[in-house]
């Protein structure tokens, strides 16, 4: 099945949110069509033309939005610590609420990849009225335990990479948390302390996805990379900005009513800890499909063509 056809947005612009910030987003598509939104991985991944791809252009009007401080939303976080204020859950679930409000949209499906997974769930907590139908993959649900597990946990699985990168904080803050620790390297006021964090952080990142080319292609710019890392830290050191621990599991049950698929690889790093099976037990009318040979990877082959045909079918339901 693959991914739709390449197309270009027919419409874009910059939400001014009143706070310093100014959020990108774009709409392609079908202008008539049944509204779909994505949000995207990182914190701080950013969209990419890919991401249009997985709804048939016919039938979806599909919104792509760049979240705080990343993509080509400014102030970046690539380029300022600026970009980390006023940048948290709740923001983001407000600026999706003003653009839905901006764009004239009444209801929409939420598509999610990795963090944006956790958002997606949120906000579908926190307004379920805006949301038809959830489709996630590269699961996450902004647990702290999911947290430590990437930080730490995952490096049973690779020790050489993974001392690199505790080893990349001061001694004194290696037993300590690690994505705090990073937080305060990179936004250090010199640049080389800064440029070597970020380095470190993604090349932790990229060690933890072997069967991709190493390092990661979008580390090797060096606004993405300190950009990302920035967000990631930021995002991670204060709990997702959540609030509350496990807070999307415990309130599993308040998406009731909202139809949603969940596309995992089964060797996503994140199955450790048996998230997509607990989040799928305690969500009625959600439905969990595993591609054995993929990972924490949306575009694998078997990801993308049940995520393409979970968009198909819901679009059928009227």
């Not at 919104?63 to 709740?90: F, I």
Request: aromatic share 8%.
């Amino acid at each position: 099945m693959g991914l739709h056809p390449e197309i270009e947005p027919y419409e874009h612009g910059m939400l001014d949110t009143g706070d310093g910030h100014h959020v990108y987003w774009e709409v392609c598509g079908n202008p008539a069509g049944r509204p779909a939104v994505v949000l995207h991985g990182g914190p701080g991944s950013g969209c990419t033309p890919a991401h249009r791809r997985y709804f048939d252009p016919a039938v979806y009007r599909i919104v792509l939005m760049d979240q705080r401080g990343c993509g080509r939303s400014t102030p970046h976080a690539g380029e300022t610590t600026a970009a980390l204020r006023d940048n948290t859950a709740d923001h983001l679930m407000g600026d999706l609420e003003a653009l839905r409000r901006l764009l004239g949209i009444e209801r929409w499906l939420v598509w999610g990849v990795s963090w944006g997974s956790a958002l997606a769930l949120r906000y579908a907590q926190r307004f379920p009225e805006r949301v038809t139908e959830l489709l996630l993959t590269a699961l996450a649900t902004g647990r702290q335990a999911e947290v430590d597990l990437l930080v730490r946990g995952a490096g049973a699985f690779f020790p050489r990479a993974w001392a690199a990168f505790r080893d990349g904080v001061p001694p004194a803050e290696r037993d300590g948390d690690l994505a705090a620790a990073y937080a305060r390297l990179l936004a250090d006021p010199d640049p080389d302390v800064r440029e070597k964090a970020a380095r470190d952080w993604c090349a932790w990142e990229s060690a933890m996805v072997p069967a991709q080319p190493q390092p990661l292609p979008r580390y090797l710019d060096p606004r993405f990379r300190l950009g990302f890392a920035r967000l990631v830290t930021h995002y991670w050191a204060n709990g997702h900005w959540f609030g509350e621990d496990g807070i999307v599991l415990s309130r599993a049950a308040d998406l009731a009513g909202i139809p949603g698929t969940v596309v995992q690889g089964g060797l996503d790093l994140g199955n450790l800890l048996g998230t997509p099976w607990l989040l799928t037990a305690a969500w009625p009318g959600s439905e969990l499909r595993l591609v054995d040979d993929a990972g924490h990877d949306s575009g694998a082959s078997g990801v993308t063509d049940l995520l393409v045909a979970a968009a198909d079918r819901y679009a059928a339901r009227g």
